[in-house]
């Protein structure tokens, strides 16, 4: 099993609109949980980390975390089309190492 | 921003032969990292390395892997022979300590 996993495999959302992706972690012993952005034919780039339990809110992305759930979920208001990319949550471990666990990604489009 | 960069972008070899591909980490970062993503899979971790020992690596680091940062200058993964398997896109990542990992825009192995 995966020890993370993300909804939807793929959404489309108006311009304007919201987006919202989930991710699910089946390992308690992740303490750290990332949200990457993939533009095609680049790596990876951060978008913003969360670790505590609620909400975490830069310009228009906000994560939320709930550790007893094991989920974290990130969403994008106004979306607008240079938001269409490929998002990944990631989690990390309490440890000096810093590996990160990808779930495989969910497909953002944005439509004008 | 700071920029990860890696050399070549894309690698065509035979079997058995060596490759190395080479990072150009973020200049003041000490920790650095290599993960793989086969084709319509998650990325995965590989190794991580800093002050010049390898970390942590994962069971897909084989033994044919390795990787080194001679002088302060490229992080360089090595992989000698090379498999069928080892196909793949592989991107180097760096931090500044166990925080925000910035990707590079990946080499495409391809093994034949």
């Known amino acids: 099993q995966q020890k993370v996993q993300q909804s939807p495999e793929s959404l489309s959302v108006p311009e304007g609109g919201m987006a919202s992706l989930n991710c699910t972690s089946s390992?308690?012993?992740?303490?750290y949980f990332w949200w990457y952005r993939q533009h095609s034919g680049e790596g990876p780039k951060a978008l913003m980390s969360i670790f505590s339990d609620g909400d975490k809110k830069e310009g228009r992305f906000t994560a939320h975390l709930n550790k007893a759930s094991l989920h974290v979920s990130l969403h994008i208001r106004d979306s607008q089309p240079s938001d269409s990319a490929l998002y990944f949550c990631?989690?990390?471990?309490?440890?000096?190492?810093?590996?990160?666990?990808f779930g495989d990604g969910t497909v953002l489009t944005v439509k004008p | 921003g700071p920029k990860v960069l890696q050399i070549p972008s894309h690698q065509i070899i035979d079997m058995g032969q060596m490759v190395t591909l080479n990072c150009d980490p973020v200049s003041n970062h000490l920790y650095f990292y290599w993960y793989k993503q086969i084709l319509g899979q998650q990325m995965e971790f590989l190794v991580n390395f800093y002050n010049g020992k390898v970390m942590e690596k994962s069971k897909l680091f084989k033994d044919q892997f390795s990787v080194e940062r001679p002088d302060g200058s490229y992080f360089t993964l090595k992989i000698q022979p090379t498999a069928l398997e080892d196909s793949a896109v592989y991107f180097c990542?760096?931090?500044?300590?166990?925080?925000?990992?910035?990707f590079g825009p990946g080499t495409r192995l391809t093994v034949l």
């Open positions: 390992d308690r012993n992740f303490q």
């Open positions: 990542a760096s931090s500044f300590m166990k925080y925000e990992q910035y």
């Open positions: 990631a989690a990390s471990y309490n440890t000096n190492t810093g590996k990160l666990t």
